[in-house]
């Protein structure tokens, strides 16, 4: 079974550091792409990245370019979403998706509350 | 980006009756592989997305056949033949022949 599970809630000063986690199971985590969406408070869904972690290919929306740094780690099947100095505005749902032009399979979400 | 634009923004239904939400986006969605990679995505109160439909108008594995995908190029429609209690949640179209991928601002479907 097909399974991407993702770490749990965090919550963090504006300023901080902040590493989330997606680990894969049930297939060839290097096989297939791996993306992260946000989703801010009572809003719709946002691509912020995908990562082939067979390679580390990473392609980031503009949007959140310079502002996350997505990675993986193929020796535990697990993908990451990184910010160096967290704001307020992070605050947010974020989930990890595979697949690159579709999801088939989705994480349960990690939320992540900023604030002082 | 190419802009995923869906109407309406809120689809209220009654039970047993249709319902279609429409999803245009501002460029050709036909990838240079022939494909055309049109997604949508359901979410239900407090859920992670589910795929629902995959290039156009494929049904994902489990998906009662009431949901059906169809459209071309840069109109798309999802319906819904009979509105289910459990259909209730936010539709999302998503496109992924673009980079960046990006998805429509989503239809809040409700029962009347």
């Known amino acids: 079974e097909v399974q991407l599970v993702q770490s749990g809630a965090e919550v963090k000063k504006p300023g901080e550091s902040l590493k989330i986690s997606c680990k894969g199971s049930?297939?060839?985590?290097?096989?297939?792409?791996i993306g992260w969406v946000r989703q801010m408070p009572g809003k719709g869904l946002e691509w912020m990245g995908s990562?082939?972690?067979?390679?580390?290919?990473?392609r980031y929306s503009p949007s959140f370019q310079g502002q996350v740094t997505i990675s993986a780690d193929k020796s535990i099947s697990t993908a990451y979403l990184q910010w160096s100095r967290l704001k307020a505005s992070d605050t947010a749902m974020y989930y990890c998706?595979?697949?690159?032009?579709?999801?088939?399979?989705w994480g349960q979400g990690t939320l992540v509350t900023v604030s002082s | 980006d190419v802009v995923m634009t869906q109407s309406p923004l809120s689809l209220p239904v009654t039970l047993g009756q249709p319902a279609s939400i429409s999803c245009r986006s501002s460029?050709?969605?036909?990838?240079?592989?022939?494909?055309?990679?049109l997604n949508w995505f359901q979410q239900r109160p407090g859920q992670s997305p589910r795929r629902l439909i995959y290039?156009?108008?494929n049904r994902d594995s489990g998906v009662p056949d009431r949901f059906s995908g169809s459209g071309s190029g840069t109109d798309f429609t999802l319906k819904i033949s009979r509105v289910e209690a459990e259909d209730v949640g936010v539709y999302y179209c998503?496109?992924?022949?673009?980079?960046?991928?990006?998805f429509g601002g989503g239809t809040k479907v409700e029962i009347k």
């Open positions: 998706a595979r697949g690159i032009s579709s999801t088939d399979y």
């Open positions: 049930g297939y060839t985590f290097t096989n297939y792409w």
């Open positions: 990562i082939y972690p067979g390679d580390s290919d990473t």
């Open positions: 460029q050709s969605l036909v990838h240079s592989d022939g494909n055309t990679y």
């Open positions: 290039k156009v108008s």
């Open positions: 998503m496109q992924g022949t673009h980079w960046p991928r990006t």
